[in-house]
């Protein structure tokens, strides 16, 4: 499989418990977007990846929210001390540049359920 | 401010009925224009983007969309709907001039039933 992975596909925590999503993006592309899509909304940004560098971050992100992708190939994103506000789908895509013919390829996402 | 506006949150069809999936946008200049489809449980896949050119863009699974600036518009079409058409469909843009971000804004979704 060459698309993007997500990794886990569900996850359910406590409220307070802290939790990681991996993404691995294709190999070859450099630019790596997490997004957050809760019931009945479209996709929100959160931040943004080009290589290892972090370019942007939405101000939706909170201080318990951090994302790395330490060598410019796969990301991660935790988040601390999650809160019942947190349950979503956390969406990632990734691109080459500037947008292929086929746009952006996302992951099957990474669904949070805190309880 | 950039937005886009999927003004229907649900449309029904019969299959083999046309169907228009609508989307207008705000965003200064000349925008790039996506569609994506979102089945039960799974991520979001592209259909068809709108960079520059002919105004009518073919994507995957038959839909088409057409672009328009005057009306700042890009509906998604179809001519003959099938049940396994059935998802949510977004539509998103990207402003070209947004500098290197390339983030995209999306629509609230719209989701298309098609029965048989």
């Known amino acids: 499989d060459t698309g993007v992975s997500q990794d886990p596909r569900h996850k359910i925590t406590k409220r307070g418990q802290n939790v990681t999503f991996r993404c691995d993006p294709i190999s070859e592309h450099n630019r790596l977007y997490w997004y957050r899509q809760t019931l009945g909304q479209g996709p929100e940004f959160l931040t943004y990846?080009?290589?290892?560098?972090?370019?942007?971050k939405s101000r939706l992100l909170s201080d318990r929210f951090s994302a790395e992708r330490p060598k410019g190939s796969f990301s991660t994103l935790e988040i601390q001390r999650t809160e019942q506000g947190d349950s979503a789908m956390y969406l990632c895509a990734s691109s080459l540049g500037t947008p292929t013919p086929g746009g952006y390829t996302f992951g099957s996402g990474t669904r949070l359920t805190v309880v | 401010a950039q937005s886009v506006a999927q003004p229907e949150d649900q449309v029904n069809v019969a299959e083999g009925n046309p169907l228009t999936v609508k989307c207008t946008y705000s965003?200064?200049?000349?925008?790039?224009l996506f569609w994506y489809v979102q089945y039960p449980n799974r991520g979001l896949q592209f259909l068809l983007k709108?960079?520059?050119?002919d105004n009518l863009v073919k994507g995957s699974y038959g839909f088409e969309a057409e672009f328009n600036k005057s009306q700042t518009s890009f509906h998604l079409k179809k001519p003959s709907a099938l049940v396994s058409d059935s998802a949510l469909y977004f539509c998103?843009?990207?402003?070209?001039?947004?500098?290197?971000?390339?983030?995209?804004?999306w629509g609230l979704g719209t989701s298309l039933a098609v029965n048989p």
């Open positions: 998103a843009v990207r402003d070209p001039n947004a500098g290197n971000n390339r983030k995209l804004i």
């Open positions: 709108y960079i520059t050119g």
């Open positions: 965003v200064s200049g000349n925008p790039y």
């Open positions: 990846f080009q290589n290892e560098a972090q370019l942007e």
